[in-house]
C-alpha cells in the first residue's frame, strides 16, 4: 500500500480519500488550510497528492519535498513558476509528477488531438479551435487541459503557431490557435476540439462524467511515483503508469 498525505480536503481530497483503497494506497493524514503542514507531528507517507490553490503550490512542494518526500501535483495554474519547482526538486533529489489533467480519459484525448492535429498539418483548407467549460469555482482559464492540447496541436500544425485566448471582436490571425473559455454552474470538465473546413465540420469531444477519473488517475501516478527521483509529467509517464497498474 503506497502511503498517501492529501494536501487540500476539498472536492477532489474527499474523492481521493473515497477511492484510496481501491487503488492499493493509503490516506495517512490530510493537511489543509485548518492543518497546515508539521514536519514534527505529519504521520508517516510516502507520497503527498496536492489539489490545493495555484498560488500555494510551489509553498507545498518546498515544504513536502523538503521532509524528502515525493509529490504528486494536480493543482493547476501555477505554470509560471514551474521553474522554482523544478529548481527544488533537484536541490531536495526527491520525485515530483505534474499533470494538467490525471483523467485516463483525457490522456486518450490528448492522443487522438494530436493525431488530428497531423493530419490537418497536411490540409489547408481546414482550421482547429479548442473550447472548454467548467464549473463557476475554477480560478484559472483557460483550463490546464486546453493549453496542453493546445500545446500539441501547436507542435503539429505549421501554419498555427501561438494561442489567442481572448474573445475577437474582429478577424482572427490565421497564425493563431482560438483556445476560448465558459464558466458556469457545475460543470466538471469538458473540452472540444474542433477541425471546420468548407465541407465538414468534426468535433472531438472529452466529457468528464465525475471527479472519480482525476482521482484514479492522481492514485495511480503516487503509486508510480513512489520509489523515484526525478520530475516528471503525467502525460508523457501515461503509458508506463498504465503497464505499471497492469503488473
Known amino acids: 500500500m503506497t502511503k498517501i498525505l492529501l494536501i487540500g480536503y476539498g472536492n477532489m481530497g474527499r474523492v481521493l480519500h473515497r477511492l484510496a483503497p481501491s487503488m492499493s494506497c493509503e490516506i495517512v493524514g490530510i493537511v489543509d488550510i485548518d492543518t497546515p503542514f508539521d514536519a514534527a507531528t ?112 501547436l507542435d503539429v500544425i505549421d501554419r498555427k503557431t501561438y494561442v489567442e485566448a481572448e474573445t475577437q471582436h474582429g478577424t482572427i490571425d490565421p497564425s493563431a490557435l482560438h483556445v476560448s473559455s465558459t464558466r458556469g454552474g457545475e460543470v466538471v470538465g469538458r473540452h472540444q476540439l474542433t477541425i471546420d473546413g468548407a465541407t465538414d465540420t468534426i468535433d472531438i469531444i472529452h466529457n468528464a462524467k465525475s471527479r472519480d477519473g482525476f482521482a484514479q488517475g492522481a492514485l495511480l501516478a503516487a503509486t508510480w511515483i513512489h520509489g523515484k527521483q526525478g520530475m516528471y509529467d503525467f502525460t508523457d509517464v501515461f503509458p508506463d503508469i498504465l503497464r505499471s497498474a497492469r503488473s
Open 42 to 153: 505529519v504521520p508517516d507517507f510516502d507520497v503527498a497528492i496536492d489539489f490545493t490553490q495555484p498560488d500555494a503550490v510551489v509553498e507545498n512542494v518546498r515544504a513536502i519535498c523538503g521532509h524528502g518526500k515525493k509529490v504528486v501535483i494536480g493543482t493547476t495554474g501555477w505554470n509560471k513558476r514551474r521553474a522554482e519547482v523544478e529548481t527544488i526538486q533537484h536541490q531536495t533529489g526527491t520525485g515530483i509528477i505534474v499533470g494538467s489533467n490525471f483523467s485516463v480519459g483525457v490522456q486518450m484525448f490528448f492522443r487522438l488531438v494530436r493525431e488530428a492535429g497531423l493530419m490537418v498539418n497536411d490540409l489547408a483548407d481546414l482550421d482547429v479551435m479548442l473550447h472548454e467549460w467548467h464549473h463557476h469555482r475554477k480560478k484559472d482559464s483557460p483550463s490546464g487541459t486546453a493549453l496542453t492540447a493546445a500545446s500539441l496541436l
